[in-house]
């Protein structure tokens, strides 16, 4: 019966210290500029301020964001349960953070800037971004979740035949500029 009870414990705890690391982002956030505003159009956008001016659409995914003072990245995941759907959507936001601040760094040519405060691929073809690692502090940024009713996909990719509720999660991935510079990247990188 105790470990039932400390496991429920645990899962509470891990629960709200989530909630209280969001809080402490959400208020950093808001601290260091206006509250985000969503501006209808097709597609429409978000205006974080300080030059960040993101689509809701697909183009969010594939570009990294840079505002004045911050960086930002989206990654989106599936999954059955809503913690491992948030882990991809994080681990996606994390990747293309890490990617794209190193081709920035290393390999600038390859990158354009777009209106909004966004870099993306010349080319378009991911096999040139800079592959490497670098340890990142960050934070996840208005993360979202919502079920699908569908077909789930085994670990090799191949439909099961299952059918039922899946969960979507998007999130943005935030660094602090103050954190992390181009010149911090360059000293931190191990490229592959």
Not at 22 to 44: M, S
Not at 50 to 77: C, N, Q
Not at 119 to 125: A, D, H, I, P, T
Not at 132 to 143: Q, S
Request: a neutral charge; charged letters at 20%; proline letters at 5%.
């Amino acid at each position: 019966m105790s470990t039932r009870r400390n496991c429920l414990i645990g899962l509470a705890a891990l629960a709200a210290s989530a909630a209280a690391v969001e809080a402490d982002t959400l208020y950093k956030v808001l601290k260091a500029g206006p509250r985000p505003k969503l501006i209808p159009g097709n597609p429409a956008k978000v205006d974080f301020g300080h030059g960040l001016l993101v689509p809701m659409s697909k183009a969010a995914f594939h570009t990294l964001w840079e505002g004045d003072d911050r960086w930002i990245t989206y990654g989106h995941g599936f999954g059955k349960f809503k913690g491992a759907a948030m882990g991809q959507a994080e681990e996606a936001a994390l990747g293309t953070m890490k990617l794209y601040l190193l081709t920035l760094a290393f390999a600038p040519d390859r990158l354009a800037r777009i209106d909004g405060g966004g870099w993306v691929l010349k080319s378009g073809n991911l096999a040139d971004l800079v592959k490497g690692e670098i340890a990142l502090p960050g934070r996840p940024l208005m993360p979202t979740t919502d079920s699908l009713y569908g077909y789930t996909q085994g670990a090799s990719g191949d439909d099961d035949n299952t059918s039922g509720d899946v969960t979507h999660a998007t999130t943005g991935w935030l660094v602090w500029k103050n954190e992390v510079n181009i010149d911090y990247v360059r000293s931190h990188a191990q490229l592959l």
